[in-house]
């Protein structure tokens, strides 16, 4: 399977980036070719500007060349796999607007779904998960990413992975890793 890696991170070397490499490891161990769209790294602009603005009366709107090319390298892939920082019980902006400018109407949602049967993502939180169980952490980012999200967007082999504890020290970095690895091997 063609698999399209989406990172969103400011840190390549970080446990986020360390948790990516881990999953697309054991991935392509398991025969996945994978395509990286390390978004960061290639400047991608986060920003909603007018030309990607949703437009609801037109499913067949044609989208500025920037996200036309993003979705091309969606549907040249067979599923996505988005790897993040879990920022303010969400994702990081870059990945938002990534989102808010790719998976688009008429694309992703309204007259056609998303392009692709699968697309999982992978959040690296700080905290352990008591504490996001404590306040409904957990079941809130459940609601926005998985079923505001994927689910919203017909995704049927839909996944979100919250890897817990990337702050807490000894030995959850290297339980990250484990599980991003398990991931990889069951993706």
């Given at each position: 399977?063609?698999v399209?890696?989406?990172?969103?991170?400011?840190?390549?070397?970080?446990?986020?980036g360390?948790?990516?490499?881990?999953?697309?490891?054991?991935?392509?161990?398991?025969?996945?070719?994978?395509?990286?769209?390390?978004?960061?790294?290639?400047?991608?602009?986060?920003?909603?500007?007018?030309?990607d603005?949703?437009?609801?009366?037109?499913?067949?709107?044609?989208?500025?060349?920037?996200?036309?090319?993003?979705?091309?390298?969606?549907?040249?892939?067979?599923?996505?796999?988005?790897?993040?920082?879990?920022?303010?019980?969400?994702?990081?902006?870059?990945?938002?607007?990534?989102?808010?400018?790719?998976?688009?109407?008429?694309?992703?949602?309204?007259?056609?779904?998303?392009?692709?049967?699968?697309?999982?993502?992978?959040?690296?939180?700080?905290?352990?998960?008591?504490?996001?169980?404590?306040?409904?952490?957990?079941?809130?980012?459940?609601?926005?990413?998985?079923?505001?999200?994927?689910?919203?967007c017909?995704?049927?082999?839909?996944?979100?992975?919250?890897?817990?504890?990337?702050?807490?020290?000894?030995?959850?970095?290297?339980?990250?890793?484990?599980?991003a690895?398990?991931?990889?091997?069951?993706?």
């Amino acid at each position: 399977m063609n698999v399209l890696m989406v990172l969103a991170v400011p840190r390549r070397d970080s446990l986020t980036g360390q948790a990516a490499d881990a999953f697309a490891a054991a991935a392509a161990a398991n025969g996945h070719r994978l395509e990286w769209a390390d978004l960061q790294r290639e400047g991608f602009d986060p920003v909603l500007h007018e030309a990607d603005e949703p437009d609801w009366n037109d499913p067949d709107k044609i989208y500025s060349e920037e996200v036309r090319r993003e979705m091309a390298r969606v549907e040249r892939n067979d599923a996505t796999v988005m790897v993040f920082p879990v920022w303010w019980w969400s994702v990081p902006a870059l990945l938002k607007g990534w989102i808010d400018r790719v998976w688009n109407n008429g694309w992703a949602y309204g007259a056609r779904k998303f392009p692709q049967r699968r697309a999982w993502m992978i959040g690296i939180a700080g905290g352990d998960l008591a504490a996001y169980q404590k306040r409904g952490y957990d079941a809130a980012m459940k609601t926005q990413l998985d079923t505001g999200i994927l689910d919203y967007c017909g995704v049927p082999e839909r996944r979100l992975e919250l890897l817990f504890g990337a702050i807490e020290g000894a030995p959850y970095p290297e339980q990250i890793l484990a599980a991003a690895k398990d991931l990889g091997e069951q993706f």
